[in-house]
């Protein structure tokens, strides 16, 4: 719209009809408010789900879910770090498997912008990859009833072995990441994501150092890097809430899980517990001595992998998406691996190795799509040993199949999760707050919390209490739907 | 006659009028109705809530930042663009000093270079000078930084975007640098309308540039000026800082909320939070905003129109 006023301005300046042109301008400007009128167009269609669902197939030992053959199905991915191919390998299989039916398949970066209208008019795609920047509010989705359960793709017999469930050949906790409160389960998790401190091997061979297991040897390991002039830790300082990936363990290992599901279940001074305070003090303490790579809080996520695959610093807070994300900066003898956070000291509830592991990518069916089987029917195969060993040889990330990496060879950083996930044993964590409250965990506990902690602006004490003031106002707002742990 | 002459107006404005009641007053008059709404912008089901979204709005601490940022936004932003921009064009078009067989009236030496220098930030799209700059204002690697180090003031080396208390700053900044050619080219048209007699004639009398500026070009101009001020105030509170904010300080809104703007919180309620009625409520807010900021340039901005 800006070459558009350019030219009334100009005609205007000529002398004839400013008033007019003043007027117009005005009105153009108006239009500029941009999204008012787009979020009209959306809803101002209001859909009906009327029945004009597909009809069941026939269920048989191939077919258990009873999809329909000839039904067409559509599939909305989106597309990012993890690209599209090994969802068009799994949609051939469907092709292969219903050589009748017709399936629709795209893939977008614009989840929300794409199908937000057509949830507004009743006539979702079957399957979505609700996933990205753009990613729908789940518990917008769940709340308003948008969602299918997906229990009957739980309990149908595994692609691979008919005397098996689909929800026995997952990995632990991925069926409960995909409740929110009772049985039924809304979203599929197809990729497993390891969350941890990441780090280059061969920097700290340089140092003749090892991983360290408590904060003390932590703070020697820092200062032996400053003295080489290299700063210990980066961090996505613009987003701040990649922090809690290394903090919100580090917290469970110091005061055990049940301190976690407190803050997740939004209890009154969840946060003020001592384990809290004991890790944001590690922390604060990192910030203090000068540990932190300088310039970190002015930082984005690409910017600051970047400057810790130069070597500049020698920890960052990270997913397991970083090796695919940060392919093309980090060094071929960068020897990357991730751990489990360092914790405070032998004290600790739980051991070293506690860690942060659960579902990414959530695939969802929508309650009122037309072919919900087909969508599920998709969802079975890609859950398949053979897919998910595809996923996991293209992209570099596990998937919700449990295994499913034997005979591929693993990049440094994949073989490293694994380790780490056996290494941790049960000792997984998954806390909530990412997917259960979206605005408190990254703009609140995130960019205002920790982000101006760790740039020294407030202490932990005082992060402490905004956080807590955060948590308490979320609790109260009855316009977020509230979710607790069962 | 008379009869006729309005049937005749009626019929050409038909379409037009038509046309703009659909897809401008329409989609306003829908989302104030939104707005009273419970709307979550993910289901076509919602039920009426009244003013409980205004109640809320006015209890929320954000949305007073936000709200206080646009104005910054419409204030600063304008008088800063649109001063520079006077005084470019000014210089460009009429600031220079006579030369043997030129023409009187004309620009400093190299004004075409100038000319072309500050326009050309209008040829690239407001995305990418948003992402250029925020590699520049990359406090490890970035230029500005660089630069800093370079000439000698390795001890300053601020966080830019990563500052509470400069980040708006910062933002604005590169807003007045991707538009102020825009204004130079929409002033100099202006300038070049106004006939070189009268300059003639002051430079005559011995006026220097200040009172040629102020006495002539100033009043002249004023009408350009005027609704420059306005395009200026709209883009402000509306598309130009929502790109510049989402795309740089995307974090999202800046530290500790101190970039966000109304248009990125109507954006990220009714795109991230799926509270789409609550996004109207605060659109309606802009809404108000806007036309208060036009109204009021509009009206302070009233004078005797001169006549050459």
């Known amino acids: ?486 | 006659m008379q009869h006729g002459k309005y049937r005749f107006i009626v019929g050409f404005l038909a379409l037009p009028l038509g046309l703009y009641a659909l897809f401008v007053v329409w989609p306003f008059i829908q989302s104030i109705y939104y707005s009273f709404t419970d709307w979550t912008g993910l289901s076509p089901e919602f039920k009426m809530v009244g003013l409980d979204n205004y109640r809320r709005m006015l209890d929320d601490e954000i949305f007073w930042k936000s709200l206080q940022h646009s104005l910054i936004f419409a204030l600063v932003l304008p008088l800063v663009t649109i001063s520079l921009a006077l005084f470019f064009s000014f210089m460009i078009n009429v600031g220079g000093r006579k030369r043997r067989g030129g023409p009187v009236v004309t620009g400093v030496r190299g004004s075409s270079f100038y000319k072309i220098v500050y326009f050309f930030p209008q040829v690239l799209s407001i995305a990418i000078v948003a992402l250029l700059f925020a590699f520049a204002y990359n406090p490890d690697s970035g230029a500005i930084n660089s630069i800093l180090r370079g000439i000698g003031l390795g001890s300053v080396q601020p966080l830019w975007l990563g500052d509470p208390s400069l980040a708006l700053w910062a933002v604005m900044a590169v807003l007045v640098w991707s538009t102020v050619g825009f204004f130079v080219v929409l002033f100099s048209a202006g300038m070049a309308s106004i006939p070189a007699d009268l300059y003639e004639a002051a430079l005559l009398d011995g006026a220097g540039r200040a009172s040629t500026f102020f006495r002539i070009t100033l009043p002249l101009l004023w009408d350009t000026v005027q609704s420059g001020w306005v395009y200026m105030g709209i883009l402000a509170l509306g598309a130009e800082s929502f790109a510049v904010v989402q795309i740089m300080t995307t974090g999202p809104g800046g530290p500790d909320y101190s970039t966000t703007v109304m248009v990125l919180y109507v954006y990220q309620k009714a795109f991230r939070d799926g509270q789409a009625a609550y996004a109207t409520t605060i659109g309606v807010a802009l809404l108000v905003v806007t036309l208060a900021f036009a109204a009021l340039v509009m009206r302070l901005g009233r004078r005797e129109r001169l006549e050459y």
């Open chain 1, 1 to 486: 719209m800006g070459s558009t006023s350019a030219e009334n301005s100009n005609n205007g300046s000529a002398g004839v009809g400013r008033r007019d042109l003043i007027k117009r301008s005005a009105a153009l400007g108006l239009i500029s408010v941009p999204t008012m009128s787009f979020l009209s167009a959306c809803a101002s269609s209001g859909g009906d789900d009327s029945g004009d669902k597909a009809k069941a197939g026939k269920k048989t030992a191939k077919n258990p879910l009873a999809v329909n053959d000839t039904a067409q199905m559509e599939f909305v991915l989106f597309d990012g770090g993890f690209g599209k191919e090994y969802a068009e390998d799994a949609v051939k299989i469907y092709e292969t498997n219903f050589p009748k039916a017709k399936v629709k398949f795209s893939a977008t970066q614009k989840i929300q912008s794409t199908l937000q209208p057509r949830f507004n008019q009743g006539t979702p795609p079957d399957l979505i990859d609700n996933s990205g920047a753009e990613q729908m509010d789940m518990g917008v989705l769940v709340g308003k009833n948008q969602l299918a359960d997906l229990t009957p793709l739980l309990d149908a017999p595994s692609y691979d072995d008919p005397s098996k469930k689909v929800r026995d050949t997952l990995r632990p906790g991925i069926v409960e990441m995909g409740q929110f409160d009772g049985d039924p389960v809304w979203i599929m998790y197809y990729a497993y994501t390891v969350y941890g401190v990441w780090y280059s091997q061969k920097a700290l061979d340089s140092l003749d150092e090892q991983y360290p297991e408590t904060w003390d040897q932590m703070l020697a390991v820092c200062a032996k890097a400053k003295k080489k002039g290299m700063a210990g830790w980066t961090y996505a300082g613009k987003y701040p809430y990649y922090l809690p990936f290394s903090l919100y363990p580090m917290i469970g290992k110091v005061g055990g899980v049940e301190v976690l599901d407190a803050i997740d279940n939004l209890e009154p001074n969840a946060w003020k517990n001592p384990a809290v305070k004991a890790c944001f003090d590690a922390y604060y303490e990192l910030y203090k001595k000068g540990y932190v790579l300088k310039g970190t809080p002015g930082l984005d996520h690409i910017q600051s992998q970047t400057a810790w695959a130069q070597g500049k610093a020698l920890f960052i807070p990270n997913g397991s998406w970083v090796e695919n994300e940060s392919a093309n900066v980090i060094p071929k003898d960068f020897g990357l691996a991730v751990s489990a956070p360092t914790g405070i000291d032998s004290s600790d509830k739980m051991p070293f190795g506690t860690i942060w592991a659960s579902g990414g990518e959530p695939f969802i069916v929508p309650a009122k799509a037309k072919n919900t089987a087909g969508g599920m029917e998709q969802l079975r195969i890609m859950l398949s040993e053979a897919s998910s060993k595809n996923f996991t040889s293209k992209v570099k990330s596990l998937t919700a199949y449990n295994g499913g990496t034997d005979g591929i060879t693993l990049t440094p950083g994949l073989k490293s999760g694994v380790a780490a996930l056996e290494k941790a044993g049960d000792n997984v964590v998954n806390p909530r707050l990412q997917d259960w409250y979206v605005q408190l965990q990254k703009e609140q506990i995130g960019v205002a919390g920790l982000g101006e902690m760790m740039a020294g602006r407030l202490t932990p004490a005082e992060a402490i209490k905004k956080i807590q003031g955060f948590a308490d106002a979320a609790a109260k707002d009855s316009s977020i739907k509230h979710y607790k742990h069962q």
